[in-house]
């Protein structure tokens, strides 16, 4: 919010009020709101932890399997971008960290940077509001930016995903 107040204000004209005004489609506006809003519906009323206890039955966790509880904590935060969108992961994933700590051997703090690359993964444009503007303000098309986000999706999990619990390894931060 700070950042566009920065870019409306007057010597800035980065965007111009009158472009602002001509060009903001508010029915995105509103939609993004609605997104936000949607994290915390989730966590306040209890679909968090219903999803939670729903996900944790189907993992294929045990302890002593690191890279298949880091791939599939990683995975399930990611698919659960989709369901709830990007901003309602953390409001997911957070409430239940513990829990899956305990059934993956590992810390909470290694859960909670799991979820981190869930939300960092883009499915569908849709779920991540400032995509959603910026189609709107560029009149990019829905077509392009989802093969660009499934392209992205792809390269994050077979490549980045597996670097990175490497990387989680040589640090300590996995056992």
Not at 23 to 38: D, E, H, Q, T
Not at 68 to 82: E, K, Y
Not at 136 to 152: D, V
Request: proline share 6%; aromatic share 10%.
């Amino acid at each position: 919010l700070a950042g566009a107040v920065f870019l409306l204000l007057p010597g800035i004209s980065i965007v111009t009020p009158e472009m602002f005004n001509q060009k903001m489609n508010w029915a995105s506006l509103i939609f993004v709101a609605g997104i936000l809003g949607l994290g915390s519906l989730i966590n306040h009323s209890g679909l968090g932890h219903a999803l939670a206890g729903a996900m944790i039955r189907f993992l294929p966790v045990e302890h002593g399997s690191s890279f298949i509880n880091f791939m599939a904590v990683s995975l399930s935060a990611a698919l659960t971008g989709i369901v709830t969108t990007l901003p309602g992961v953390p409001a997911v994933f957070t409430p239940f960290s513990d829990t899956l700590a305990r059934a993956t051997g590992c810390s909470v703090n290694s859960i909670i940077m799991m979820q981190v690359l869930g939300f960092s993964t883009v499915v569908f444009p849709y779920q991540a509001p400032p995509i959603v503007v910026g189609m709107q303000l560029s009149g990019e098309k829905f077509a392009t930016a989802l093969k660009f986000c499934l392209i992205m999706t792809l390269v994050t999990v077979v490549i980045l995903f597996p670097v990175d619990f490497l990387w989680w390894k040589f640090l300590g931060i996995l056992k």
